[in-house]
């Protein structure tokens, strides 16, 4: 199976910070990468397809690069409603998420 | 307008049967680019796939669990059912059914539903 590792697991900002997730695949899943937001008690919020495809909608603040093994995902300026947990997704083979990155409040 | 919704037990008991079901409106499962996946996620933990259907009813299934879950759709009635048999406490989690639409992923999810296994 492909595992998934972000980093870090928690992430304390303030905003307007610039904020970086990494997210590695244990081997080489091309493009196929998946962001998604999730609020406590919410189901989550696909934000980024195919490493740094912006899904309908998303702000522009919000965005994906990196492909084969190495993805990260930035917020440009952090705002309140950004304070959330935050998954990556494999889709090359079966599928697979990280284990999440909590983005709270400095 | 997409939704999909989870029914099912709110209770199962140790060793029983878990049958979930996912049912799409305003979206058909015979639409080739549309698949539905099923996520779980304990309470305070990550994001678990379990399975995923294909409109073609390919099935894929979570190697770690695979012997325990059946995927299945009825695409007249716009319902996907997720067997796990077996159920055990650490199973208690909330479950997802979201939609797949071909290299784009999850971009509609239902609401979840807590399954709680406990005697």
């Known amino acids: 199976d492909i595992q998934m590792t972000q980093s870090p697991s928690t992430l304390s900002a303030s905003v307007g910070d610039r904020v970086t997730i990494t997210c590695r695949a244990s081997q080489d899943i091309s493009n196929w990468l998946a962001w998604y937001q999730q609020k406590p008690g919410k189901a989550p919020k696909l934000l980024i397809y195919?490493?740094?495809s912006l899904e309908n909608g998303v702000p522009s603040r919000f965005s994906g690069s990196g492909s084969g093994t190495e993805f990260t995902l930035s917020i440009g300026s952090l705002q309140p409603d950004d304070f959330a947990t935050y998954y990556c997704?494999?889709?090359?083979?079966?599928?697979?998420f990280g284990q999440g990155t909590k983005v709270e409040v400095k | 307008q997409v939704t999909l919704k989870e029914s099912g037990p709110v209770l199962v008991k140790p060793t029983e049967t878990l049958t979930l079901t996912c049912t799409v409106s305003?979206?058909?499962?015979?639409?080739?680019?549309?698949?539905v996946s099923w996520i779980r996620q304990p309470p305070g933990k990550a994001l678990e796939w379990l399975a995923h259907i294909s409109s073609s009813d390919e099935k894929s299934y979570t190697t770690s669990l695979k012997s325990r879950l059946t995927i299945s759709k009825d695409t007249s009635k716009s319902q996907v059912v997720l067997t796990m048999t077996n159920m055990d406490p650490i199973d208690t989690a909330t479950y997802y059914c979201?939609?797949?639409?071909?290299?784009?992923?999850?971009?509609?999810w239902g609401q979840g539903t807590l399954v709680t296994v406990s005697s």
């Open positions: 195919k490493a740094s």
């Open positions: 997704q494999q889709y090359y083979r079966q599928r697979t």
């Open positions: 979201a939609r797949i639409v071909s290299h784009t992923e999850a971009d509609y």
């Open positions: 305003g979206v058909s499962l015979s639409n080739p680019a549309v698949g």
